[in-house]
């Protein structure tokens, strides 16, 4: 593949430029953009790059922003930063075009690794995921594994999950523990990743 550019959305500058000065040294080439407004008006020129986000802009959301993407359209992929608490807009995120959402704070070489894959993803134009063997895994899983993992990719705490299902959060991490293992997600973006990529639309 050849040289791509990150292009960094976000409109608070200090995290704006963090951002771009630890992809820069991991020998990234980075344009900065201080809103999605702005990013949008170059967007078309776009022909090999991948795009950083925020989830909460001023201007509009980070799932807005990559709507208006589809839109367009442009193909780019995505990751979106979110809090802790914004888990559900990121999910929703993923399903308007996201490749990958990370929550705040995050080590820096979990940043470095989504763009790499987000890279990887660029070059070989597809999603990458084994469709099949993902659907394999999830008749894996036992009717309150489902459950689980339903409320989980809806981004609901386990304290949340426990209390619909009237089940301690011990009982809970158990089973979440066992949907991760059973699935082979060693984060919960790559389960949703798999979810969304599989169609699992359960409620």
């Known amino acids: 593949m050849g040289e791509y550019i990150v ?5 608070e500058e200090p995290v704006r ?11 990234f080439p980075v344009r900065m953009h201080d809103s999605a407004t702005a990013f949008l008006d170059m967007a078309r020129n776009i022909r090999n790059g991948c795009l950083v986000t925020d989830l909460r802009m001023a201007d509009m959301s980070g799932v807005e922003l990559l709507q208006k993407l589809r839109a367009l359209p442009v193909r780019i992929p995505a990751i979106v930063i979110t809090g802790h608490g914004d888990v559900p807009m990121a999910v929703e995120a993923m399903k308007a075009g996201a490749v990958d959402f990370i929550e705040k704070p995050f080590e820096d070489k ?94």
């Open 7 to 11: 292009h960094v959305v976000d409109d």
């Open 17 to 27: 430029k963090s951002i771009a000065f630890l992809l820069s040294t991991c020998g």
């Open 110 to 203: 979990v940043l470095i690794e989504a763009v790499e894959r987000a890279a990887e993803e660029l070059s070989k134009g597809v999603s990458g995921h084994d469709v099949a063997g993902i659907k394999a895994r999830l008749e894996l899983l036992t009717e309150r594994e489902r459950e689980i993992l339903t409320s989980v990719v809806a981004g609901l705490p386990n304290k949340t999950i426990a209390y619909d299902l009237d089940i301690s959060p011990r009982t809970v991490e158990v089973h979440r523990a066992n949907v991760m293992a059973k699935m082979d997600a060693r984060s919960l973006p790559e389960l949703v990743r798999m979810t969304i990529a599989a169609g699992y639309t359960e409620k």
